[in-house]
């Protein structure tokens, strides 16, 4: 089956610096990876994904990238803000027949210092 | 409002007991998901549901059982049979034909 790996497991930056969490997976099938945002004691929410035809895909100071050939996807948060702390998953999904199942990395806690 | 909700929040057992996590959506959403997630993991997939009357089991199943009566209600029961209950249980949904999961609140369910 799929396995995806996540990196760094913890993650602290400085208010207005970039943040860089990466992601590998093993499965080369997979065509679609989400990234989600999960707050203290509540569910995942969905902040960005890319398909296996692109590269990149940016939306505001949120960006993903992807590399196939190496199996690797990143996300990338610019001008960091405080209320940008939270866990961020990464996952990858293989489409089999009419089910989409997502396979998660183990997260990274970022923390923002104002 | 359209979502997903789950209840309780927070749910307390005695061991050997079997407990059933209720999740609900007015999404419309055809596929459901029931999802673990322990301390610094990732969420691992218990069951899910393409269908009415359907369903399928997930990586670590083992110890659960799942219903799917009505397409708005996929309730999750965690059996005496389950080693390691303590956890908080999440319950997702999808429309058909798209990729995106979205995510209900969340149950922490706490095994005494």
């Known amino acids: 089956g799929e396995n995806v790996e996540q990196h760094p497991s913890t993650l602290s930056v400085q208010e207005g610096d970039s943040a860089v969490i990466k992601c590998t997976y093993s499965d080369s099938a997979s065509n679609y990876f989400p990234w989600y945002k999960q707050e203290l004691g509540k569910g995942p929410q969905l902040i960005i994904d890319?398909?296996?035809?692109?590269g990149e895909k940016k939306d505001q100071r949120i960006a993903v990238t992807l590399n196939k050939t190496a199996k690797h996807f990143s996300l990338h948060i610019t001008e960091t803000q405080p209320e940008d702390s939270a866990v961020y998953f990464c996952?990858?999904?293989?489409?089999?027949?009419?089910?989409?199942?997502?396979?998660f990395g183990s997260g990274t806690q970022l923390t923002v210092l104002p | 409002d359209g979502g997903i909700t789950q209840s309780p929040k927070y749910l307390f057992r005695k061991e050997g007991q079997n407990v059933t996590l209720s999740c609900e959506q007015n999404l419309n959403h055809d596929a459901m998901y029931w999802y673990r997630q322990d301390p610094g993991q990732g969420l691992r997939l218990i069951y899910y549901?393409?269908?009415?009357?359907?369903?399928q089991k997930g990586d670590i199943a083992e110890g659960y059982s799942v219903s799917r009566e009505k397409k708005e209600s996929f309730p999750l029961t965690v059996t005496s049979a389950q080693k390691n209950p303590t956890a908080f249980y999440l319950c997702?949904?999808?429309?058909?034909?798209?990729?995106?999961?979205?995510f209900g609140p969340g149950t922490r369910l706490t095994v005494l």
């Open positions: 890319i398909r296996s035809n692109v």
């Open positions: 996952a990858a999904s293989i489409q089999s027949g009419s089910a989409r199942q997502l396979t």
């Open positions: 997702a949904s999808k429309n058909r034909g798209l990729d995106t999961q979205y």
């Open positions: 549901s393409q269908i009415v009357n359907d369903f």
